[in-house]
């Protein structure tokens, strides 16, 4: 008799083989994904230590003094044009951003002979991350908001 075609066993096998390759491919993407998106908020808060830099570049009135700290939001280095819009990844198709409680903190530790010793911290608060920096008490510092004519989401 001249069977053709695959036995039970052969076919269960392929499929036991393809679920394991399947199995193993998603952990990779999955490890990657989470890769990127710690990437991502490492460069937010880059972004937001650097805005924090150069508003204070432009605007050297608001440097504090010595032993002071600033509070500087997010959504006014955006307004302003310091920072772009920071797309939460978690949320990237429903348009979240990371922007409304996120802040730098700006110290000003001491002064040197030539050079004023400031230190820039970032809090970004996004939907499923919250950075180190936003632990800290910020409620006796000055704080610099956006403008009332700034629509920032």
């Given at each position: 008799m001249n069977k053709k075609g695959f036995t039970m066993v052969e076919l269960m096998a392929v499929i036991i083989i393809l679920g394991i390759l399947?199995?193993?491919a998603y952990m990779g993407v999955t490890q990657y994904l989470e890769r990127a998106r710690d990437a991502t908020y490492e460069d937010f808060e880059e972004n937001i230590r650097t805005g924090a830099t150069n508003y204070l570049i432009d605007h050297t009135g608001y440097i504090p003094e010595v032993g002071e700290s600033i509070v500087i939001d997010v959504s006014k280095l955006i307004c302003e044009g310091y920072v772009e819009e920071l797309q939460d990844p978690h949320s990237p198709t429903k348009g979240?951003?990371?922007n409304l409680n996120s802040?730098?903190?700006v110290?000003?530790?001491e002064d040197t002979s030539s050079n004023m010793m400031?230190?820039?911290e970032a809090c970004l608060s996004?939907?499923?991350y919250?950075?180190?920096a936003c632990s800290k008490n910020i409620t006796s510092f000055t704080r610099l908001t956006k403008d009332a004519d700034?629509?920032?989401n």
């Open positions: 399947m199995s193993l979240g951003t990371c802040y730098a903190i110290t000003r530790e400031i230190t820039y996004c939907s499923e919250k950075s180190e700034c629509e920032v």
